[in-house]
């Protein structure tokens, strides 16, 4: 049975599940600053050699939440679980300008939950659109079921895994809760409340000068991750039934939220969100073992890199004007089995060339890039004796630096003639020779 098959068919046992009892949970537990009322079921499938299995995992009232939730920061919230199994579920809350983005994350160690493998390594797997809620300061609720939210895939020990939330019943605020119960809000049944304020037009940089800015996730009063870069992406679009691609910059009104997950985190994450809904994000992962000479990479924590890049832009109307389909939601990414631009924990990467990336055909410029994750530091920078720089480009030599190859062509040339002159003169010789003993 196909990987495909098999998922259509966890979905569909998902639907025909029978609904259970909505549990309550809240954030803190006094004067709450997140509710999350739910019926919610986790899968996880492990594609082994033996074949697929499922573990189906219930959010119910054993769950604990985790002292790692946190409320409002200006950008996002966060009601994190501990499941049976020690599955751990994160709940993150982002804040756009007209709605909120439920980003939800599943981690979980396959030798516990799985049969088939005795692997202990930690496995996350990340939403990879998560669910669009109403304005920030509303509540939202659904009692007719929703759509299920895929998960990204990961893999562990040649082994890949796939998740699925079913959300069959939601309550939900997770911003500007009054009075500590939920506010009027929108429902999943009923026309959806909408901002009344008009929209701003936003304006992207000038092509080929993004500006260059430093973004950092704190955790505390520490900043686990910093990225510096310009950045700016080529996005294809169609035009009058042609192809075309616009140039579009980060820009400076740019929001960051981000994961650093706890002193043992394997997995740490960095968005940026600008114009309203794009969302450009960076997962960094410790590195998997590589013999390869290229990535002498090791288990044990000692190096890291970019595991995943991911944007989720919209074809709007605002900034792409000409545009035949408008207000197109889309989404690309790249992930990589070897976490890319690495380094050693405790050092930053950096690359003053402008590093250029095909995110699934959406290249990606960036300039004066350098980023550091996994850290423990009091201010968002870099520490200029602990770096790794990117490989030099070695330049081609041009006519007015470098005469090398012109010299070494009319030596060898030289040298070949010569051979050609000895042989002739060697042959001569030899037939000399040989006419005056015979005669």
């Known amino acids: 049975m196909s990987l495909k098959m098999w998922t259509s068919l966890i979905l569909l046992g998902i639907a025909l599940t029978s609904t259970t009892a909505i549990t309550n949970f809240q954030f803190p537990s006094g004067i ?3 509710i999350f009322d739910t019926s919610l079921q986790i899968s996880v499938i492990g594609v082994f050699k033996s074949g697929p299995e499922a573990k189906q995992i219930e959010l119910d009232k054993k769950a604990v939440i985790m002292n ?19 599955v751990g579920l994160t709940v993150q809350f982002l804040k756009l300008n007209d709605s909120v983005k439920m980003m939800p994350s599943i981690s ?16 996350i797997l990340h939403s990879t659109m998560g669910k669009l809620l109403p304005p920030a300061n509303v509540s939202y609720s659904c009692y007719t079921g929703d759509t299920p939210i895929v998960m990204t895939n990961g893999s562990s020990a040649n082994i890949s895994y796939h998740g699925i939330i079913s959300l069959t019943q939601l309550r939900v605020q997770a911003f500007d809760i009054k009075n500590g119960d939920l506010s009027p809000g929108e429902s999943c049944d009923i026309t959806p409340i909408t901002s009344v304020a008009p929209p701003i037009k936003p304006v992207t940089p000038t092509p080929g000068n993004p500006p260059v800015q430093t973004y950092s996730v704190k955790s505390g009063n520490t900043d686990c991750i910093v990225l510096q870069a310009g950045i700016e992406f080529n996005i294809p679009y ?9 140039t579009i910059g980060v820009p400076n009104n740019t929001r960051v939220v981000g994961m650093c997950g706890g002193g043992v985190a394997t997995t740490q994450s960095l968005s940026l969100m600008f114009y309203g809904d794009w969302i450009l994000n960076f997962i960094f992962s410790h590195a998997l ?13 000692t190096m890291y890199g970019i595991k995943e890049i991911s944007l989720e832009y919209n074809i709007s109307s605002y900034l792409f004007p000409d545009a035949d389909a408008k207000d197109e939601k889309l989404l690309s ?3 990589y089995k070897t976490p890319e631009y690495p380094t050693s924990v405790g050092t930053s990467y950096r690359c003053q060339p402008p590093t250029i990336v095909d995110v699934q055909g959406i290249t990606t410029r960036m300039t004066s890039f350098q980023y550091l994750a996994f850290a423990n530091q009091t201010t968002p920078s870099f520490d200029p004796k602990t770096v790794t720089d990117c490989p030099a480009i070695t330049p081609f030599a041009t006519d007015d630096d470098d005469h090398t190859g012109t010299i070494v062509g009319v030596v060898i040339a030289v040298f070949f003639i010569l051979m050609v002159l000895v042989g002739i003169y060697i042959y001569r010789r030899r037939g000399k020779v040989s006419y005056e003993q015979v005669y």
């Open 32 to 34: 709450p600053c997140i």
């Open 333 to 335: 990414k790249i992930v």
């Open 108 to 123: 979980f160690v396959p030798g516990i939950i799985f049969n088939a493998t005795s692997d202990t390594n930690n496995v």
């Open 68 to 86: 790692s939730s946190y409320c409002d920061d200006g950008n996002s919230s966060s009601i994190d679980f501990f499941l049976e199994g020690g």
């Open 238 to 246: 169609t035009s009058n039934g042609a192809r075309l691609t616009k």
């Open 289 to 301: 073992s590589d013999s390869s000479p290229r990535r002498p990479l090791l288990l044990d924590g």
